[in-house]
């Protein structure tokens, strides 16, 4: 059975964020699938190098240490929290505010990693999920992160980097009309406005990210609001809507 919770953590700026935890089920069949692609990279490694006669303890290490720690912590911190495995399965590492996982956390997160996996199985990883309020393993109680659903239908890329700002004009009713942000609450949209009206006072980078955060939030839940401009748009472009009707 997926054991799925959702939970609100309080980010900076007094802006809320409504996430949804993943389980034991989508967790683990991320794992598996990061786990098959480690072994063939592994496996490909020692081909190689035995096919030139120098299958060194050196080679080894070297590419046991990249495929098995670095990939992972890179893929988290530079991939929007997520591996292969966990982009397949619509999950992300995050920070337990909800914003994007910093190097560093990832890469505790990845160290502790072996602790989670013992006695060969993850039974101590899936016991700590099972047993902790936030769905965490050890790695992402010594971290401070989460690991989150990810709407599947906008990749971080289409939310991410692009024209942040105030929008040069607001949408027009025609373009509102087949929009439907119904699902958005009155809190929601009360944490976006708040949000919108002190951007201006943020730190460029805390801004970025809880544009981003916010954004992933929100998604979910509304239908044929355009992407284009980048996370703060769109938060604007949902307000909007909601403002129009």
């Known amino acids: 059975m997926e054991l799925d919770d959702r939970v609100t953590v309080s980010g900076a700026e007094g802006i809320d964020l409504d996430l949804v935890l993943a389980g034991v089920g989508s967790r683990g069949a991320a794992v598996i699938v990061d786990l098959l692609l480690q072994a063939l990279a592994l496996l490909v490694v020692a081909a190689a190098a035995g096919a030139a006669g120098r299958l060194s303890s050196a080679v080894v290490a070297v590419a046991a240490f990249v495929v098995v720690f670095a990939y992972p912590t890179v893929a988290e911190a530079f991939a929007g929290g997520r591996t292969v495995g966990k982009a397949l399965l619509g999950i992300a590492v995050v920070a337990d505010d909800g914003t994007p996982v910093t190097f560093l956390s990832a890469a505790i997160r990845n160290v502790l990693r072996f602790v989670d996996s013992l006695p060969g199985v993850y039974l101590v990883g899936i016991v700590a999920v099972v047993a902790t309020s936030r769905n965490q393993r050890v790695g992402d109680l010594a971290a401070g992160t989460l690991v989150v659903h990810r709407p599947r239908r906008a ?91």
Request: hydrophobic share 45%; no cysteine.
């Open 155 to 245: 990749p971080a890329s289409d939310l991410g980097g692009r024209g942040f700002g105030p929008a040069t004009g607001g949408p027009s009713p025609a373009e509102m009309a087949g929009w439907d942000v119904s699902a958005v609450t009155a809190d929601e949209v009360a944490a976006l406005r708040s949000f919108l009206g002190r951007r201006g006072s943020l730190d460029p980078m805390r801004r970025a990210e809880l544009a981003q955060a916010l954004a992933f939030q929100i998604l979910p839940k509304v239908a044929g609001v355009p992407l284009e401009g980048g996370p703060e748009v769109f938060l604007e472009r949902v307000v909007a809507a909601k403002t129009s009707r």
